[in-house]
């Protein structure tokens, strides 16, 4: 069976580890560089721990869903675990943040998994939809990441 979906990818900015874990921390400018947000915040607020929630609203017009995921693990500068725990799937996005010769590489791997009968059935019918949708968001909030740690540079 395909299930779970995963889906990974590399993508590379001349930010440094520190400048993209900074934009990961700084949730309230998430809306700045992910249009579908309407609003991001932490709770509770504070330097990202296991155990913190990420509250995100969409934006009418995006038609996007409104997420509450729950970080797993937080190991700064190197790995960000999120998941989302949902009546009808769970999902798990899993960054790492590798330090190149010049340049930075965020790997990024999202991962999609049906609850209950019901919900596999519909997965697998729509496997060939969900892939490609799962691949494109994960690279946008990835790609969103970059753009703003390369905008805050290195902290002060």
């Known amino acids: 069976m395909a299930f779970p979906l995963t889906v990974s990818q590399t993508l590379s900015t001349t930010a440094s580890p520190a400048a993209l874990w900074r934009a990961f921390e700084r949730a309230d400018l998430w809306p700045t560089v992910l249009p579908a947000l309407l609003t991001a915040r932490l709770d509770p ?10 509250v995100t609203r969409a934006t009418p017009e995006s038609k996007a869903s409104d997420i509450t995921a729950r970080i797993l693990a937080a190991d700064a500068p190197h790995r960000l675990t999120l998941a989302i725990d949902d009546p009808e799937y769970r999902a798990t996005t899993d960054y790492r943040i590798v330090q190149e010769a010049n340049t930075t590489d965020l ?11 019901a919900q596999t059935v519909r997965f697998l019918l729509w496997q060939q939809r969900l892939t490609p949708m799962l691949r494109q968001s994960a690279r946008e909030r990835a790609q969103g990441l970059i753009d703003l740690a390369e905008r805050i540079g290195e902290p002060a």
Not at 45 to 54: D, F, I, S
Not at 107 to 117: D, I, Q
């Open 45 to 54: 607020p504070g330097p990202l721990a296991p155990g913190q929630v990420l």
């Open 107 to 117: 790997v990024v791997t999202s991962r999609l998994e049906a609850v209950g009968f």
